[in-house]
């Protein structure tokens, strides 16, 4: 990305295009800190939430930082929006892993699920925090065990209607999906079981079919991702198919949503996913890639940059050469 000198400050100039596996600068020339994220529209712009893993922070704490963009291309770091001690004595290496952060149109607030554990994986809860603000700052609330069950990995989504879902991992039963109350603030309905051992759960809906991606449980180690289709959200869901080729592990990926964006002239669905670094966490990198999609079928095409247009909802794949 260039950098122009102007008055003393570097200014960084607008990138045209997401580079999947780079390093991923936001307008301050830091590499993004958003791990295990979600992205919410509000009005005309992105929020993406995600896991802050920057270097130096104190280990006392867990944090969750906010980016804003209206391109989804170049992101502006708002804030950490979560700096959060142990909330339930947990000990030390007490896990936040996994936000992702709702809007409710009726309460005006934005509520914040995520993973919350020890360092055994034994608690398997998740917890819930409160903002007035997209860019915070959150307030824990309370946590729990969606539908009485453990939970670990957990994922969003909302549905064409506004309705808003929790997706999460219980290791002994499966793949939850399941539908907030009114106000965001419980997990209130099954709408399914899937019996699968999946984590990294992602849903969209697109053009009358509902697509499930999950992971496979090989913690912080790549694999092969699977999807499936059902034309409900209750089932019955078809068997599950790879999403790239199994060698490739996803591209060292794993899946932590699906963004769809409906343009004037057609709609586009991007995978999200994490490259995880766990032995230097802040050097993560994303895989972000538009799908093929439709049909009953679903492909993650090998990454390359590209470029997205939001307004009629066309992507474009840039030669690696420009």
Request: glycine letters at 10%; hydrophobic letters at 35%; aromatic letters at 12%.
């Amino acid at each position: 990305m260039t950098g122009l000198l102007l008055t003393g400050q570097i200014l960084l100039a607008q990138d045209k295009t997401i580079n999947p596996g780079a390093i991923w600068p936001d307008s301050d020339g830091n590499h993004i800190q958003a791990h295990g994220g979600g992205i919410i529209k509000i009005k005309g712009t992105y929020f993406w939430y995600g896991e802050e893993r920057r270097k130096g922070l104190d280990s006392n704490f867990r944090y969750v930082s906010c980016y804003s963009s209206t391109d989804l291309i170049n992101w502006k770091f708002r804030n950490d929006v979560v700096k959060m001690s142990d909330p339930e004595n947990l000990g030390k290496g007490w896990i936040l892993e996994r936000p992702k952060v709702f809007f409710n149109a009726e309460t005006k607030k934005y509520v914040m699920y995520f993973h919350l554990d020890d360092v055994t994986y034994q608690y398997a809860r998740v917890g819930i925090a409160i903002s007035d603000r997209a860019d915070g700052n959150f307030r824990f609330v309370k946590s729990l065990r969606p539908l009485g069950r453990p939970s670990r990995d957990i994922g969003q989504f909302i549905d064409d209607d506004g309705s808003a879902f929790l997706i999460f991992e219980d290791r002994e039963l499966g793949f939850h999906i399941a539908q907030l109350s009114a106000d965001y603030m419980n997990v209130e309905k099954e709408m399914c079981l899937i019996k699968m051992p999946l984590e990294g759960g992602a849903l969209v809906h697109f053009e009358g079919l509902y697509y499930v991606i999950g992971s496979q449980l090989s913690g912080w180690a790549p694999n092969p991702n699977k999807y499936a289709t059902s034309k409900t959200l209750t089932g019955p869901w078809t068997a599950f198919n790879d999403i790239a080729p199994p060698g490739s592990n996803t591209y060292q990926s794993q899946s932590t949503m699906m963004l769809k964006v409906v343009g004037t002239n057609a709609t586009a669905v991007i995978f999200m996913a994490d490259q995880w670094n766990p032995s230097h966490q802040s050097d993560s990198r994303y895989l972000w890639m538009p799908l093929e999609i439709g049909k009953g079928k679903l492909w993650l095409p090998k990454p390359q940059p590209w470029t997205i247009d939001l307004k009629e909802g066309a992507v474009k794949l840039v030669s690696k050469k420009q």
